[in-house]
């Protein structure tokens, strides 16, 4: 299971990090991937990072303003948001993969319960 926090109501143009941390297991050989799911869209990738390398990877239109970092001492993977856009309201979710970022959501074998991120205009 994974645990996401830190999402909540923000002004445009704010920012917010987001958690994701594992329950009942480490990180170890996993890679962590962060998506959304705002209402009536499928759910899309925002980026990848490998716990092995630190390598990341974000999908198209994400690299400006998001980034993901890992804290290997708290277990811990970021998702640092930056200058939000009401477009970005959604739910956020971590999941994992094994073993490195792959790009397929097909991959993702566990995940968290999401966290609403919600802004405002």
């Known amino acids: 299971q994974l645990v996401e926090s830190g999402g909540g109501l923000v002004q445009a143009g704010g920012s917010l990090r987001l958690s994701c941390t594992p329950s009942?297991?480490?990180?170890?050989?996993?890679?962590i991937g962060w998506f959304r799911q705002a209402p009536g869209k499928a759910r899309e990738g925002v980026g990848c990072?490998?716990?092995?390398?630190?390598?990341?990877y974000y999908a198209d239109s994400k690299t400006d303003r998001f980034t993901i970092s890992i804290d290997y001492a708290r277990n811990t993977v970021y998702l640092q948001m930056n200058n939000l856009k009401p477009e970005d309201t959604a739910v956020y979710y971590c999941?994992?993969?094994?073993?490195?970022?792959?790009?397929?959501?097909?991959?993702?074998?566990?995940w968290g319960q999401g966290t609403q991120v919600t802004v405002s205009s």
């Open positions: 999941g994992v993969e094994s073993p490195a970022c792959s790009g397929s959501y097909s991959r993702y074998v566990v």
């Open positions: 009942g297991f480490t990180f170890a050989d996993y890679a």
């Open positions: 990072i490998n716990d092995h390398d630190g390598r990341t």
